[in-house]
């Protein structure tokens, strides 16, 4: 595995997010959710650079190539004022998966939001037969929590997913 790093998108980049994620075989069949716009991820770049206080994406590299992205977004477990927690997603190009460039990547997010926010929790979701992700998650510090029935609608059906999480180290 060549180093992994963390920075904000750059123009460019979002052509190969588009050309990579937004078909069938790049989304891969966990990640497919059908066809979307580009124009409004690139109108929020052209806005904030897909950075802010609500959530973010960076561009995942190993050396000088683009491997993929990082995504968090708020959630809560109540009143968000007091209990929201930071919700992540990643996307790993295909040349670059079974490599630990995801759990890597994940790893490092975790670090990021912590460092940056005053986030608790960071949580992520994935589905139940995701097995390669959920071992990246478990790699990347997150702890197993629990099953949500039928969460997931994908390739016109529900799909259970499972919550992990990891909390700040006080």
């Known amino acids: 595995m060549s180093l ?12 190969i997010f588009e050309e990579e994620f937004d078909t069938p075989v790049g989304a891969g069949h966990y990640q ?16 904030t650079g897909l950075l802010s206080e609500d959530g973010g994406t960076l561009t995942v590299r190993t050396g000088d190539d683009v491997a993929g992205r990082v995504d968090w977004f708020k959630g ?3 009143p968000p004022v007091t209990s929201w927690c930071w919700s992540i997603g990643i996307r790993i190009r295909p040349a670059h998966q079974g490599r630990g460039v ?22 992520a979701f994935t589905d139940i037969a995701n097995h390669a992700e959920q071992r990246a998650l478990e790699k990347a510090g997150f702890q197993r929590e629990g099953v949500i029935r039928e969460a997931q609608w994908r390739g016109g059906q529900w799909h259970d997913q499972i919550v992990f999480s990891v909390l700040r180290r006080t």
């Not at 497919?32 to 806005?47: C, I, P, S």
Request: aromatic share 12%.
């Open 4 to 15: 992994v790093t963390l920075r904000p998108v750059l123009a460019g980049d979002l052509a």
């Open 32 to 47: 497919w959710f059908g066809h979307r716009a580009a124009v409004r991820e690139r109108r929020a770049f052209a806005d």
């Open 76 to 78: 809560s477990w109540g």
């Open 102 to 123: 995801g759990t890597e990547a994940q790893r490092q997010l975790v670090d990021y939001l912590f460092q940056h926010t005053r986030a608790h929790r960071v949580q």
